[in-house]
């Protein structure tokens, strides 16, 4: 709800968090996270939103037409992914795990070459440097060290940018994360933290796995966190780059959480139904992030049907080019696998290799 004209909002736990924009499309502002936007840079957060949505879904269709592996969804997590991927610099890097497609996508990141790496059909995904968005990582945690280190490189070499790193409610229970706060903050690195608490680590709860808000962990490292309300583009725009701004600035590191939902399930291999409940859902889905936008879009006039249809087409053919790309990848040569674990030959992937190739040969023979 939101307290006469001020932007903080509350959830079922009283926990307040900074909003700029109400689930009925409201605009509010905020003291400390100002934030003025032209109609353009509207309507451009919005075709993120859109389009990251429906390559998702196409990629969830893949992935049970069996064209991929595994699919992790992030429809619900549109807000935070494109307001804090958009926050970032070209020169800025960025640390992901490995649902953060919408933030991919600001950076320029081909979709098709996200689906490739859960295809199996890229080995790794992309150049990491041409876009200055590391590679996915599936085991939660390590990427805040990643980052961490990067941010501490970088601090030394006097570059004037900030590192963004991502994890979720889950993955702050890891011990990589508490690590990696403790060598941010002792060394004042230009990171920036960024937990999606969508509220279920797989099926365990984040009632489980906190008694207090997670952004309140900072406090005991001696940086500054936040709650945002991950749900609101603009709100996850404004604290983003408020907290990349001061990184830079030599401030040091910063905590944001994004309370947020995930609509789908974890991955292609869930099934969230066995664990919550479709009441709980519904009342997330009043607090759709894109129709948020797109409420304010039409009242304020910043957008009409013309301008929404033309989006909705981009998002059909953006998924039929995804959907053709992904159908028409090459299989990779089974020994891929080991030709790039090392940038140098390795007696033990070598020896690997060979045994490998012997048994291939053997089911061949037996073939």
């Given at each position: 709800?939101?307290?006469?004209?001020?932007?903080?909002?509350?959830i079922?736990?009283?926990t307040?968090?900074?909003?700029?924009?109400?689930?009925?499309g409201?605009?509010?502002?905020?003291?400390?996270?100002?934030l003025?936007?032209?109609?353009?840079e509207?309507?451009?957060?919005?075709?993120d939103m859109?389009?990251?949505r429906?390559f998702?879904?196409?990629a969830?269709a893949l992935?049970?037409?069996g064209?991929?592996?595994?699919?992790?969804?992030c429809?619900?997590?549109?807000a935070?992914?494109?307001g804090?991927g958009?926050?970032?610099?070209p020169e800025?890097y960025?640390f992901p795990?490995?649902?953060?497609?919408g933030?991919?996508?600001?950076r320029?990141?081909?979709?098709?070459?996200?689906?490739g790496?859960y295809r199996?059909a890229?080995?790794?995904g992309?150049?990491p440097?041409?876009?200055n968005?590391?590679?996915?990582?599936?085991v939660i945690?390590?990427p805040?060290?990643h980052?961490?280190?990067y941010?501490?490189g970088?601090q030394?070499d006097?570059?004037?940018?900030?590192v963004?790193s991502?994890?979720?409610?889950g993955a702050?229970?890891?011990?990589?994360?508490?690590?990696?706060?403790?060598f941010a903050?002792?060394n004042?690195?230009?990171v920036?933290?960024?937990c999606?608490?969508n509220?279920?680590a797989i099926s365990t709860p984040?009632?489980?796995q906190?008694?207090?808000p997670?952004?309140?962990?900072s406090?005991?490292?001696?940086?500054?966190?936040?709650?945002v309300d991950g749900n609101d583009?603009?709100?996850?725009?404004a604290?983003?780059?408020h907290a990349?701004?001061?990184?830079?600035a030599?401030?040091?590191?910063m905590?944001i959480?994004?309370?947020t939902?995930?609509m789908?399930?974890?991955?292609t291999?869930d099934?969230?139904?066995r664990?919550?409940?479709?009441?709980?859902r519904?009342e997330w889905?009043r607090?759709?992030?894109v129709e948020?936008?797109?409420?304010?879009?039409v009242?304020?006039g910043q957008?009409?049907d013309?301008?929404f249809?033309?989006v909705?087409?981009e998002?059909?053919?953006?998924a039929?080019r995804?959907?053709e790309?992904?159908?028409?990848m090459?299989?990779?040569?089974?020994?891929?696998?080991f030709?790039?674990?090392?940038?140098?030959e390795?007696?033990?992937?070598?020896?690997?290799?060979?045994?490998?190739l012997?048994f291939?040969e053997s089911l061949a023979a037996?073939g």
């Amino acid at each position: 709800m939101i307290r006469g004209d001020e932007s903080v909002a509350e959830i079922p736990d009283h926990t307040p968090m900074i909003q700029l924009l109400t689930p009925e499309g409201e605009r509010v502002s905020h003291p400390d996270y100002p934030l003025d936007t032209t109609a353009e840079e509207l309507r451009g957060l919005y075709r993120d939103m859109a389009l990251t949505r429906r390559f998702d879904a196409e990629a969830t269709a893949l992935q049970r037409q069996g064209e991929l592996g595994l699919w992790a969804s992030c429809l619900g997590q549109e807000a935070a992914q494109i307001g804090s991927g958009r926050a970032t610099r070209p020169e800025d890097y960025v640390f992901p795990c490995y649902r953060e497609h919408g933030t991919a996508w600001t950076r320029g990141v081909d979709p098709l070459r996200l689906m490739g790496l859960y295809r199996g059909a890229n080995n790794g995904g992309w150049d990491p440097n041409e876009n200055n968005f590391h590679l996915y990582t599936l085991v939660i945690g390590p990427p805040l060290l990643h980052a961490v280190g990067y941010a501490m490189g970088v601090q030394r070499d006097g570059a004037d940018m900030a590192v963004l790193s991502y994890f979720g409610d889950g993955a702050s229970s890891q011990g990589d994360v508490a690590e990696a706060f403790t060598f941010a903050t002792v060394n004042n690195a230009p990171v920036v933290f960024f937990c999606q608490n969508n509220q279920w680590a797989i099926s365990t709860p984040t009632s489980v796995q906190t008694r207090h808000p997670i952004y309140r962990r900072s406090a005991g490292w001696g940086f500054p966190g936040v709650r945002v309300d991950g749900n609101d583009v603009l709100a996850c725009l404004a604290v983003t780059r408020h907290a990349l701004e001061r990184a830079r600035a030599g401030e040091g590191p910063m905590l944001i959480e994004a309370f947020t939902y995930r609509m789908a399930p974890h991955a292609t291999s869930d099934d969230p139904t066995r664990y919550r409940t479709d009441a709980e859902r519904a009342e997330w889905e009043r607090r759709d992030p894109v129709e948020r936008l797109r409420l304010y879009l039409v009242a304020s006039g910043q957008a009409d049907d013309a301008f929404f249809a033309e989006v909705a087409e981009e998002g059909e053919k953006l998924a039929r080019r995804v959907r053709e790309g992904v159908r028409s990848m090459p299989d990779p040569a089974p020994t891929d696998l080991f030709d790039h674990v090392y940038a140098e030959e390795h007696a033990v992937v070598a020896e690997e290799r060979a045994d490998f190739l012997a048994f291939q040969e053997s089911l061949a023979a037996e073939g």
